[in-house]
């Protein structure tokens, strides 16, 4: 069931692209050149690690996008008031509390996931939205430990964003992988009924998948504002799509109880190796879209088979 078997083939679609993209782009592998793709990597690969536990479970959440615009309105329209801690915490809350809705909405309710979270992705938008009426707010340049969480380098050489995604995953990873909750994650998204018949508590388990989705949501939308210097309200538009397209082609299967966050992972980095290789080829991006389409395909058809 937790298998990492899948991963090898992973492993060698990254080195065939990273070839193809060092014979296209001659700069491609060059240091400095990789380190800013890590970078660029690290949100998205945050906002997938929470979204491999939803689709684990046989759930979806659209919502992250428009968490990840809201947190940053909200954090940095607190900065000046409470601090950075302070407004942290406060951006977190709000993602949590979103999160919850999700959760208890799925929960105790028949909605389909898909609708309550496209729901809330709609309110979360518009609430970041009524900010500032919708014009971007500036980071105060003072606010440097605010600004160093998605632009500095440890040691002047690794991003702090890398370190944020390394520790988020690696939390993930072990309670995905280690724990008696991420058992029973697994068997939810394997059999729900079954895991019922177990002892199994679905209800409660989902409603914390789901708010530990929007916190990593929360999390993401700190760093995104951190790096534009600002937080955008109409920022984070298409983030859930990338977000599942790392998850699909890293190996979770949509119909759950399938899934690694290593996996995950390394979904996210293809992910942002085809976006940043197509960049800088000059691959117009109406074409972009077309390979990512193609590529998700792909991975949805050889989940298909391997269940089979």
């Known amino acids: 069931m937790k298998s990492f078997r899948h991963l090898a083939p992973l492993l060698v679609a990254v080195a065939v692209l990273l070839g193809l993209f060092r014979l296209w782009v001659p700069r491609f592998l060059s240091p400095e050149n990789l380190l800013d793709l890590a970078q660029q990597i690290a949100v998205n690969a945050i906002l997938a690690s929470g979204m491999t536990l939803v689709i684990l479970i046989g759930g979806i959440d659209l919502s992250v996008g428009a968490v990840v615009a809201l947190v940053g309105t909200v954090t940095v329209a607190l900065l000046p008031e409470c601090g950075w801690a302070a407004a942290l915490l406060g951006?977190?809350?709000v993602a949590a509390a979103f999160g919850a809705m999700n959760g208890v909405c799925a929960a105790k309710t028949r909605m389909p996931p898909f609708i309550i979270t496209l729901a809330t992705m709609l309110?979360?938008?518009?609430?970041?939205?009524?900010?500032?009426?919708?014009?971007?707010?500036a980071?105060?340049?003072?606010?440097?430990?605010?600004l160093a969480l998605g632009n500095a380098r440890l040691f002047g050489a690794l991003p702090v964003p890398v370190l944020l995604m390394a520790a988020a995953l690696g939390l993930m990873a072990v309670l995905l992988h280690r724990t008696r909750f991420g058992q029973h994650l697994y068997a939810i998204g394997g059999n729900?009924?079954?895991?019922?018949?177990?002892?199994?508590?679905?209800?409660?388990?989902?409603i914390v998948v789901y708010v530990l989705c929007a916190a990593l949501a929360g999390l993401a939308g700190v760093i995104h504002?951190?790096?534009?210097?600002?937080?955008?309200?109409?920022?984070?538009?298409?983030?859930?799509?990338?977000?599942i397209a790392a998850v699909v082609v890293g190996g979770t299967?949509?119909?759950?109880?399938?899934?690694?966050?290593?996996?995950?992972?390394?979904?996210?980095?293809?992910?942002?190796?085809?976006?940043?290789?197509?960049?800088?080829?000059?691959?117009?991006?109406?074409?972009?879209?077309?390979?990512?389409?193609?590529?998700?395909l792909a991975a949805v058809y050889l989940d298909v088979r391997r269940r089979k």
């Not at 009924?193 to 989902?206: K, L, S, V």
């Not at 293809?270 to 590529?295: M, P, T």
């Open 91 to 93: 951006g977190l809350a």
């Open 253 to 296: 299967s949509f119909t759950g109880g399938i899934g690694t966050m290593p996996g995950t992972l390394i979904g996210a980095v293809i992910i942002g190796i085809l976006d940043k290789g197509l960049n800088q080829a000059g691959v117009h991006f109406s074409l972009q879209y077309i390979v990512k389409g193609l590529v998700i």
């Open 192 to 206: 729900r009924e079954a895991a019922r018949f177990t002892g199994i508590r679905i209800a409660r388990n989902e």
């Open 139 to 146: 980071v105060p340049d003072s606010e440097r430990l605010f």
């Open 123 to 137: 309110m979360a938008r518009g609430v970041a939205l009524r900010f500032n009426e919708g014009r971007p707010l």
């Open 225 to 243: 504002a951190s790096q534009l210097y600002s937080a955008e309200p109409a920022s984070g538009q298409g983030f859930e799509l990338n977000a």
